[in-house]
């Protein structure tokens, strides 16, 4: 069986690092082609660094861009790459432009996509990730999703059960073997001047929230609420797209000044892992953020108006708040004193093995 692993963004190289670690330690015959999306050290070698991957095999450097101009020029580039490299399977994961490129790409070519994190749905087309994981599933030989729930969701969209199979999700290994990691060698909580349980952590970077200026007007009023209500320190690792869209909306220095909120560039995995564990909860637009809070044990807030994880509702270690500042600060207040005694769907820390030896049969 010969592999291609297709990523490009920041959430994939994760989550689809205990793929690559599978495939080294039993001699699979794979390749990484690795599309760049995202490039800056911060967004890319960092993760590659900590979670010690191989270089990929093919760098395509698109970088950023509009949607079709993005996808295009991957769709192109990985067909050609694919064209030389003649793998038996294209491995995905997740709903970037980069999964959507890499599976077209693919399936075009009459190669077997597996896509893994299938069935996830958020049911709502404005997002530009809805597009892609929809698509992705439909052009899919084989569908990986994380749980129950997300095969519905493909049953539902008329895929057949063959080539279904549930197997939970790699974001549990990968959680829990570099949280040991970081809570040894992480200095962050010193560096920020942090106390175990005693700050919020908060991340954002949906197209939604970020891209309009009246969204970000509002959430940074949000910010000055809860910092006043709550007199807690707020961490906010900023993703470039954020800064790019506060910057561009003159907000950057009104931002800046909230008393009580530390602004600082994205962090690698390992410091960001201790920054969610010891934190009193997770206030986040990010998908990867709400399963990482679940599997930590760490409360969270979901500044959305919807969730394709809706596991984690259920079990209540997430409420989808929206934007609206009232209801941020009043699920906070709930989150604040909620029992962290819920045990996460993503099952039990052996996806990518079990992907691996699905694909070999
Ligand atoms: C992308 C994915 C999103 C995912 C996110 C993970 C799509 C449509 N979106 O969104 O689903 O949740 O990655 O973080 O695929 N930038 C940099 N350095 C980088 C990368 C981006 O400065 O390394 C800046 C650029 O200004 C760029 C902007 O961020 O224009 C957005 O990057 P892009 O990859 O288009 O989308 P993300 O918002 O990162
Ligand atoms: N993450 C990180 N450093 C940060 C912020 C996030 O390493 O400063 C990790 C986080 O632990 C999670 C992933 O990035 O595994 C989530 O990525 P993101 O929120 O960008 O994308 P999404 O999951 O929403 O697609």
Same mark, same amino acid.
């Given at each position: ?28 015959? #794979?390749? /990484? ?7 800056? @050290? ?5 993760? %590659? ?19 079709? %101009?993005?996808?295009?020029?991957? &769709? ?24 959507? =490129? ?5 399936? $075009? ?13 958020? @049911? ?17 030989? %084989? &569908? #990986? ?8 969701? *493909? ?23 570099? /949280?040991?990691?970081?809570? $040894? ?11 175990? !349980? ?31 209500? @709550? ?28 008393? !009580? *909120?530390? /602004?600082?560039?994205?962090?690698? @995995? &390992?410091? %960001? ?54 209801? /941020?600060?009043? =699920? ?30």
């Amino acid at each position: 069986m010969k592999l291609s692993i297709i990523f490009g963004t920041r959430p994939e190289i994760i989550k689809l690092s205990p793929i690559v670690r599978y495939c080294q330690k039993h001699d699979i015959d #794979f390749n /990484i082609i690795h599309s760049n999306q995202h490039y800056s @050290y911060e967004m890319d070698q960092v993760f %590659f660094d900590e979670l010690e991957l191989p270089e990929p095999d093919y760098n395509l450097n698109i970088g950023s861009g509009t949607h079709g %101009f993005q996808t295009g020029r991957m &769709l192109e580039k990985i067909e050609n790459k694919l064209l030389n490299i003649k793998p038996d399977i294209v491995i995905v994961q997740g709903d970037t432009n980069t999964v959507l =490129a890499g599976a077209l790409a693919a399936s $075009k070519l009459q190669i077997d996509v597996a896509h893994i994190e299938a069935g996830l749905r958020s @049911y709502d087309r404005t997002m530009p990730e809805e597009i892609n994981r929809v698509l992705a599933d439909h052009l899919s030989d %084989f &569908l #990986f999703p994380p749980t129950e729930t997300s095969k519905g969701n *493909l049953l539902k969209e008329g895929i057949s059960e063959d080539i279904i199979h549930v197997v939970g999700n790699t974001i549990v290994e990968t959680t829990l073997q570099n /949280i040991k990691i970081g809570l $040894k060698t992480s200095t962050i909580l010193d560096t920020l001047n942090l106390e175990k !349980n005693g700050y919020f952590l908060m991340t954002m970077h949906r197209v939604e929230n970020v891209d309009s200026y009246d969204q970000l007007t509002k959430f940074v009023y949000s910010l000055k609420s809860i910092s006043q209500t @709550y007199d807690c320190e707020i961490v906010f690792p900023m993703h470039p797209r954020t800064m790019k869209q506060f910057i561009a909306f003159g907000l950057k220095d009104e931002v800046y000044k909230i008393n !009580n *909120l530390k /602004i600082i560039d994205s962090v690698g @995995y &390992l410091d %960001f892992l201790v920054l969610e564990q010891n934190a009193k909860l997770l206030i986040t637009d990010s998908g990867g953020i709400q399963e990482e809070a679940c599997i930590l044990k760490v409360p969270c807030i979901t500044i959305r108006d919807n969730t394709e994880r809706p596991e984690t509702v259920d079990i209540s270690s997430n409420i989808v708040a929206g934007m609206e500042t009232k209801n /941020i600060i009043s =699920a906070i207040g709930k989150m604040l004193t909620v029992e962290r005694d819920w045990n996460h769907p993503y099952g039990g820390g052996t996806t990518a093995k079990d992907i691996l030896s699905i694909l070999a049969e």
